[in-house]
């Protein structure tokens, strides 16, 4: 079943109207309840504020990395392990071809359901995750394999075993190693993107966000706790922490935003899907008509024009 989030209300009413109008097969009431379910939907995700954008970022019904990959890619073959303490199920690496591309499509995986989420440690990577991205884009670079990252994290795991491990520092290598990695690389944001658990994997010649997403130095959350000492300041640290893929893209934190259905992705995840798949594949087919100095050299201005300071 569908799960409608508390502004979503009206529509959950009018779907159910339809449903009964089918029942008593009323072809007429059916018309007229599609009618004011297409006005409804346009005037709730027409003007949606920033705090409800961001509970469609985290819907349960959002397609994760997995849904992703299962859409765009075929003969698929998954890359486990760091080649050094253990396999992350929190960060999937697979390699296969997507529309005839060679690809390395690296994403973080949140887990559905209690058994899964638990299995995914609810999409927070440890450091082993970030080694093994690290691990899986060297291999790319090695076969001249072009490289799609999905973000959706929380934030990296901060339990005492990953920082015993070398959270920061794991997080801190794939910053440095993707600068020069001499493949196209392209990022997007398909839910949240928290903190340094979504940098680790952000480090791209494109960096993009689906309409839906949000992308932020801390959770709304944990701003608010810090801040104000009271968790319900979360909507006004949200408004202000200037998540959205609009605001990021007016600071030019990002390079594009990626249109998904009005409803959210979750609604219609195949058209999502194509809509990643032409965003890489055209970013691809114009990094390969660079060099690889120009493609690096333009990388590097671009992360580096990042923020403003003064001394």
């Keep these: ?35 004011e379910l297409h006005r409804e939907v346009n005037r709730t995700f027409g003007s949606l504020s920033d705090f409800q954008k961001l509970q469609l970022a985290r819907h349960p019904d959002r397609p994760y990395s997995l849904d992703y990959i299962k859409l765009l890619m075929c003969n698929a073959y998954e ?5 050094a303490f253990r ?13 005839g591309q060679k690809t390395m499509v690296i994403g973080e995986q949140k887990g559905r359901g209690q058994k899964n989420k638990i299995k995914r440690n609810f999409g927070m990577p440890n450091p082993e995750g970030y080694r093994k991205a690290l691990r899986a884009v060297r291999l790319a670079e090695k076969f001249d394999i072009p490289v799609l990252m999905l973000i959706d994290t929380p934030g990296a795991y ?43 994997i952000g480090v791209a010649d494109k960096l ?31 408004k202000a922490l200037k998540i959205t893929p609009n605001d990021l893209y007016e600071h030019k934190l990002i390079d594009d935003i990626l249109e998904e259905p009005l409803i959210g992705a979750h609604r219609d995840k195949e058209t999502t899907a194509q809509a990643i798949k032409k ?33």
Aim: hydrophobic share 45%; aromatic share 8%; charged share 25%.
């Design 1 to 35: 079943m569908a799960t409608y989030l508390e502004f979503e209300k009206k529509i959950e009413a009018i779907q159910d109207e339809i449903v009964a109008a089918y029942a008593i097969a009323n072809m007429e009431l059916v018309e007229k309840h599609q009618n």
């Design 79 to 83: 890359i486990h392990g760091d080649r």
């Design 87 to 99: 396999d992350d199920p929190a960060i999937l690496c697979y390699l296969g071809w997507i529309d």
């Design 158 to 200: 901060p339990g005492l075993g990953a920082e015993e491990r070398g959270q920061s520092e794991a997080i801190a290598r794939n910053l440095f190693e993707f600068v020069a990695i001499k493949v196209p690389m392209v990022s997007i944001v398909i839910g949240e993107g928290g903190s340094g658990g979504a940098l680790a």
């Design 208 to 238: 993009a966000m689906l309409r839906y997403s949000v992308f932020s130095v801390i959770s709304p959350e944990g701003c608010s706790a810090i801040l104000w000492d009271d968790p319900t300041k979360v909507e006004d640290a949200t």
């Design 279 to 311: 965003y890489f594949l055209q970013t691809v087919a114009t990094l390969r008509e660079k060099t690889i100095e120009q493609m690096l050299d333009e990388r590097y201005v671009r992360l580096t024009a990042v923020g403003a300071y003064t001394e």
